[in-house]
């Protein structure tokens, strides 16, 4: 077992959240503190100009009153809920699962497992023990042996096989593809964390559109140090790039708790209800589908951060990352968010999906 770390139509008259589950695009925040108190203050703030509480808090995730008020009250408040867990250890927890949308209806939009499951390879697979005393032989390999785990290890494997299956999300900053293949749902690509949102959402969407799974962001820390998040104007920019690129869910992370509410401050509420107010009104001017799409190689999970990135965390960039990075600026520049990133895969056909593709080593 590999040990990893942790667009739609716009009606304006009716995106509040509505029980039939006719949102058109789910927005609102993570809580990432312990109480109930905590949380209610939170949901109070925002419930106003967001519909999605992400109950997103280890401890929470634990304690099923805890759980049960918290998931109560925000849907009490008209929140859709996502609720997250980073272990199914605890006895209470399938069960719950299994009966939250009979109990929250169609405002239990489903788990949040674990995070950043392939991103995190990049940085923690040459140090992982069962990699080290087992080295793949190759990416292919490597591959396998991530999706296997994935869809085999308690966990994302116990969500898919309870009676009531949740959609299974997750967030990660690299490497959705695989995300995807191993069994997720749905991928909240993280950005504010001074890379390419532009590349992010080709990677992301991408990879949604030709596996037929949906997408989302979470702005997460522009910095390590405080105030963590991006000030308010550029996560209002972050929001709008992402829901004009035809993201399902837009999310802004909230830990850890440097005031009541977690590290949001009034410039970030102004900007979460300037977005709520533009989405009110105004019908997403996206590109989706793209315009063109760019395929990479088969297995080739080359984390594109920067032109030295790893590929899996176990190999170093190889001859043929210079030709990618190059190919994937080009078209970047050529296209901007018209752009979608995949890789080769015999299970899909991307001529049914677009107009124009382009692959890897192709004369640009």
Known sequence: MITVALFFLVNPLNLAPSGDGGTSVYFGVTFSSNTTVEAELLIDKVKSYTNLLVVDSGPVSKNETTMNEICDYATNANLNIIVYFGKIDQSWQLPWINNAKNRFGDRFLGIYFYD??????????????????????????????????????PGLHSLKTLENPPTAFTSDFALYWFDYKAGYDVVLAQVGLNQSITQDIALVRGAA?????????????ASDEQPYLEDGDKLYQDMVTAYENGAKYIVVFNYPKTNEYGILTPEHFAALEKFWNKIQTSPPQHNAPAQAVLALPKDYAWGMRTPDDTIWGLWSAD??????????????????????IVYEDSAFSL??????????????
């Open 319 to 340: 001859a043929k990352a210079p030709q990618i990075w190059n190919a994937t600026q080009t078209l970047l520049n050529r296209y901007g968010t018209g752009l979608d």
């Open 116 to 153: 950043e499951p392939a991103g995190s390879l990049l940085e923690t697979g040459s140090t992982d023990d069962y990699l080290t005393a087992n080295p793949p032989q190759n990416y292919e390999a490597m591959t396998n042996l991530f999706i296997d785990s994935w869809q085999t290890m």
């Open 351 to 364: 001529a049914d999906k677009y107009s124009q593709i382009y692959f890897w080593n192709s004369t640009l």
């Open 209 to 221: 559109n030709v596996q037929n799974k949906s997408w989302g962001a979470i702005v997460t820390y």
